[in-house]
């Protein structure tokens, strides 16, 4: 459901032509031979969910995100399942995250999976999320492309992760 209701406002918020406009003089698009996608293989009711935000969030005790770089930081970072909500923070200077700091559930729905688990609506929740910075430009494409998204990918798998929530921010 909450994937639905963002790919909803997703494809609302790009149908406006000044947005899609906006964007697109500062960013090109990536076109794929073959779709990364792979066909749901289990109900929700019984999948293994992961967020993953651009948000820049981390735990305080984390190295924040590179924000000397114009170019952005191409690396990730964990957050564990049972962390402390009051030890994460944003390392994030390209967007406004005021109210995100009052509620992490605008870029980290981590609370609203927790109550679909609890009524049954998806299966279990991984022990591990990630967060990445979402303005990643130039010469540290290839490295997300190419090293940070299979890493990733090889954690999701190795937790065994069925569903990846991505929440831009």
């Not at 964007?23 to 992961?50: D, M, Y």
Request: glycine share 4%.
């Amino acid at each position: 459901m909450i994937a639905q209701i963002l790919s909803f406002l997703s494809l609302q918020l790009f149908k406006s032509v000044t947005v899609r406009e906006l964007w697109s003089k500062n960013h090109r698009e990536f076109e794929f031979a073959t779709g990364p996608w792979t066909p749901l293989q289990k109900p929700v009711e019984e999948s293994q969910i992961c967020l993953i935000t651009s948000g820049g969030l981390h735990l305080n005790t984390d190295l924040p995100f590179d924000m000397s770089d114009p170019n952005g930081d191409p690396t990730f970072r964990t957050i564990p399942l049972e962390s402390d909500p009051n030890k994460w923070q944003i390392t994030h200077n390209y967007y406004d995250h005021a109210d995100a700091e009052k509620d992490w559930n605008l870029i980290f729905p981590l609370e609203r999976l927790r109550e679909l688990r609890n009524f049954g609506k998806i299966g279990s929740l991984s022990s591990s999320h990630f967060s990445l910075m979402g303005h990643i430009t130039g010469p540290h494409l290839p490295t997300l492309l190419h090293r940070t998204a299979k890493e990733l990918a090889d954690r999701l798998r190795d937790e065994y992760t069925d569903l990846a929530l991505l929440v831009p921010a």
